[in-house]
């Protein structure tokens, strides 16, 4: 079957998804570059430009990024009213987007590249990072009476069986090229290899600083969403700012970060691979 015909309709349904996107992003940012009148307020003095070139992105910022790498760019802008819709209905297009995306992943073109990369390289996109992609913005119906920003801390916990957890040794050791290191890798291994062969372990991944904001509103506490891009609310030219409390420079490392599983023993098994026991019951029981 000849899939050209059919690779032409569904790059112009992508062009169709993606290309409004593109111009109303550019709009906005194209506003927020010229403007000198309403409200504004970046993270580390950001200047306009700086914040326009986030509001448009949808590309790996930098060329030698890791997979999955972002940056954000927390900001405070205030817009006429009307440009509020505009920047909602970017959101409701970059979830189309994301959908769209989603659909083809599955599926390839007759010289087998996933299809999904076919398009985005098709209208330019070559360096498409989804995680940008589908971060939205902060969009507020009025004037916040306080915006506060900081850093949140997380971790993630995964389950994973003992022999799942030996496999992940092996990768590591596999990959470990420094003595030292390869000799703890072992040593690791072969403690994991002693466990009962049902046991159930936990491996917690390193926290990760998240810029996160706290809105007071009609003297109501908004619930605290990311500061990963710019909030917009309604203003009107040389109006003042909001209180706002600006986010530290740097994210301090906390000596020990709190995991929300309590579960856990504190002190992991394997350090080198992150990987902890669970508490047993009596041991649970006397933590309560």
């Known amino acids: 079957m000849n899939m050209a ?50 509001i448009e992105l949808l590309e790996y910022q930098e060329d ?19 440009m509020l819709a ?11 987007l994301a959908s769209f995306l989603r659909e083809t992943d599955k599926e390839v073109t007759p010289e087998g590249q996933r299809l999904s990369k076919y398009l985005l390289e098709k ?6 990072n989804r995680k940008v992609a589908g971060r939205t913005f902060r969009v507020l119906d009025g004037r916040p009476e306080s915006i506060s920003f900081t850093w949140s801390q997380s971790t993630t916990t995964h389950k994973l069986s003992r022999d799942e957890a030996v496999a992940v040794a092996a990768r590591k ?66 109006e003042r700012l909001p209180v706002i409390i600006p ?6 490392r906390r000596l020990r970060v709190r995991r929300s599983d309590a579960t856990l023993e504190d002190v992991p098994l394997c350090p080198i691979l992150n990987i902890h026991r669970y508490l047993p019951e009596d041991k649970l029981r006397k933590k309560k």
């Open 173 to 238: 050791i596999v990959k470990t090229r420094e003595k030292k290191q390869l000799k703890l890798l072992q040593s690791e291994q072969s403690l994991l290899m002693e466990l009962p062969e049902g046991e159930i372990l936990a491996r917690v991944y390193e926290p990760s600083p998240q810029p996160k904001m706290n809105i007071i509103i009609d003297g109501k506490r908004m619930p605290v969403t990311t500061a990963h891009l710019p909030l917009f609310y309604p203003a009107k030219p040389g």
């Open 5 to 54: 015909p059919e690779l032409m309709k569904l790059v112009e349904r992508f062009e169709d998804v993606y290309l409004p996107l593109r111009d109303q992003q550019h709009a906005v940012a194209d506003f927020v570059r010229g403007d000198s009148e309403y409200p504004y307020w970046a993270h580390l003095k950001a200047d306009r430009e700086t914040v326009a070139a986030h």
């Open 247 to 252: 986010l530290p420079k740097k994210w301090e």
């Open 86 to 96: 505009e920047v909602r209905a970017i959101n409701d297009m970059r979830d189309n």
């Open 123 to 128: 209208v330019g996109l070559r360096r498409f």
């Open 64 to 82: 030698d990024m890791d997979a999955g790498g972002t940056t954000s760019m927390p900001a405070v802008l205030g817009v006429p009213y009307d």
